[in-house]
């Protein structure tokens, strides 16, 4: 067997899976936030504790109804989805002609009331939720063991952040909105109805942090922090990427993944902090983000 | 200058398909339009003309619904818009292209061309539209802020050809442009007048504007001041002249 720099190929293979893992969540959620910035010029602060939400619900719908985790997978997004369309009808829209900063307290407050209602209700301990039959056991890869559910997630993430990019970039309803992000006004004019287009695309950006909260919740335990100490990381992977830039979001989210994996293996005390050191030299040499454009 | 109320208003025949009366607008807290009087007949092309900021192409956004506040009354075919969004007013039959011409530039130009929905019949097939621009068919899969400025220009007026608007309001088509490009641009508008649209023309360049148009609308300080039909223009070519300083 092989080694590099004196490390086993097991831990640097298991940290790259585990830097994968936390890419595809980095991914899911950043891509959210990228398509949200991106039509409502709201810096979705929310999208953590929607992420929470997401597991959460996930964890209620099998423990009151029975529901289990693959219909849970499609309910889950769609309940807090919508929940996300009554804030942004009720409040959030009344935000879009003001400075972005109002947005974002808007949206860290509602944050704060999310979790500490969850909090309230469920406590901090975590909830256990098992990984579903068909995703238990593992394959061995010969230079690896890998769990069949890790492989599930990076696959789930892959899918849903290809499936959001082409929705965006290569069809007619992805250029309505690629069009009402650039100008919203003229595209009014033509006769399309921007402001449902805007609501629905908050609808759909909470989904997405929704279902990366049912993804994780077989994986760390639901509890009502999850996502605020998740999303802290993942607004620097939206900064690095560049705010409002689809594949930047996508492409980030996983590269960062893997970096902040290969750290854990190769200088471990630097691991918590080398997504925010890439942050600020990336605001020193290209404010605007990797993939992010001047316009 | 003219009072309104005096104003002729039997150039051409026909119904009016536009009646604008009292028009006010406002930018921010700017006060632009101060009270724009006129109307457009079916198959009429008329311009408005006037200096830099006398107020021509507020009028237009006015008319769109694309100004923050607005009094007055705009009325299409009897419909009175004044009071609804611009996505209504647009469903109504009327379309615009504005003086940025508005391309995207995260869209191709095929998706640009694409872009604003069908909203009745009897617009343009695209066959139809690459005839009158070839250009935009060969440069279909480019991006839509790399064509040249003349390029844009045919792609802004080609898009909302599609819709089934009869109603176009172009707002300064020809600015910057190269002669031969506005030359094209003058077959275009005719070309659309011959099959029935109607026009309102946003212009500077009234040597442009007395090429295509029926009648001229003169626009000072947020009024309709006067209007000239086009038969008319030589004989009041010193009081055009007067109007916009050339």
């Not at chain 1, 890419?23 to 949200?36: D, N, Q, T």
């Not at chain 1, 033509?190 to 908050?202: A, C, D, K, S």
């Not at chain 2, 109307?39 to 408005?48: A, N, S």
């Amino acid at each position: 067997m092989f080694e590099l720099l004196g490390v086993p190929p097991q831990v640097l293979m298991g940290q790259l899976l585990i830097g994968l893992i936390n890419g595809s969540f980095y991914a899911v959620l950043s891509l959210g936030l990228a398509v949200i910035f991106g039509l409502l010029n709201i810096i979705n602060f929310a999208h953590g504790a929607q992420y929470m939400m997401g597991a959460f619900v996930a964890w209620m719908l099998l423990n009151y109804t029975g529901i289990g985790y693959w219909p849970a997978l499609i309910l889950a997004p769609i309940v807090v989805g919508a929940i996300g369309i009554a804030l942004e009808r009720t409040m959030i829209s009344r935000l879009y002609k003001l400075d972005h900063l109002y947005g974002l307290l808007l949206t860290f407050g509602l944050a704060l009331i999310i979790q500490g209602l969850f909090r309230n209700y469920y406590g901090v301990s975590g909830l256990p939720y098992a990984i579903p039959p068909a995703l238990q056991g593992g394959q061995n890869l010969g230079f690896m063991f890998l769990p069949n559910y890790r492989g599930w997630v990076i696959v789930a993430s892959v899918i849903v952040c290809f499936s959001t990019w082409f929705m965006i970039e290569r069809t007619r309803l992805g250029a309505y909105l690629r069009a009402a992000t650039e100008n919203p006004e003229l595209v009014g004019a033509f006769g399309i109805n921007v402001p449902r287009m805007i609501t629905l695309t908050y609808g759909f950006g909470v989904g997405l942090a929704a279902f990366a909260g049912v993804l994780a919740a077989p994986i760390y335990s639901v509890n009502p922090n999850m996502g605020a100490d998740l999303i802290i990381v993942v607004f620097a992977v939206v900064v690095i990427g560049g705010m409002g830039s689809i594949m930047g979001a996508i492409l980030t989210g996983f590269g960062l993944g893997v970096i902040e994996g290969l750290t854990r293996v190769f200088y471990p005390e630097g691991s918590a902090v080398v997504i925010f050191v890439i942050m600020a030299i990336v605001l020193m040499i290209k404010p605007e983000g990797l993939f992010g454009n001047n316009a | 200058m003219t009072d309104a109320a005096t104003m002729p208003r039997t150039a051409t025949t026909g119904e009016a398909l536009l009646t604008v009366s009292g028009l006010e607008g406002w930018y921010g807290e700017s006060h632009v339009l101060h009270g724009i009087d006129f109307e457009v007949r079916r198959g009429e092309v008329v311009t408005l003309l006037g200096r830099n900021g006398a107020g021509k192409t507020t009028t237009i956004k006015a008319i769109m619904g694309l100004l923050g506040k607005r009094k007055g009354s705009v009325k299409l075919e009897g419909t009175e818009t004044i009071g609804l969004q611009a996505r209504h007013i647009a469903r109504l039959g009327i379309a615009i292209c504005p003086e940025e011409r508005g391309i995207f530039s995260s869209l191709s130009v095929e998706e640009n061309l694409h872009l604003p929905p069908k909203l009745s019949e009897g617009g343009l097939t695209v066959e139809r539209i690459y005839d009158l621009f070839p250009n935009l068919k060969e440069r279909r899969r480019s991006q839509g802020t790399k064509l040249s400025g003349g390029e844009q220009q045919m792609l802004a007026i080609a898009r909302i050809l599609r819709t089934g608007s009869r109603f176009l309001l172009l707002d300064e088509p020809t600015e910057g442009l190269a002669p031969v490009i506005v030359q094209q641009i003058g077959r275009t508008i005719q070309a659309l007048k011959d099959e029935g649209f109607t026009i309102i023309l946003v212009e500077q360049n009234f040597r442009f504007a007395a090429s295509v148009a029926d009648r001229h609308y003169v626009v000072e300080q947020g009024r309709v001041v006067d209007m000239i039909p086009n038969a008319d223009l030589d004989a009041n070519i010193d009081k055009l002249h007067a109007y916009l300083g050339v």
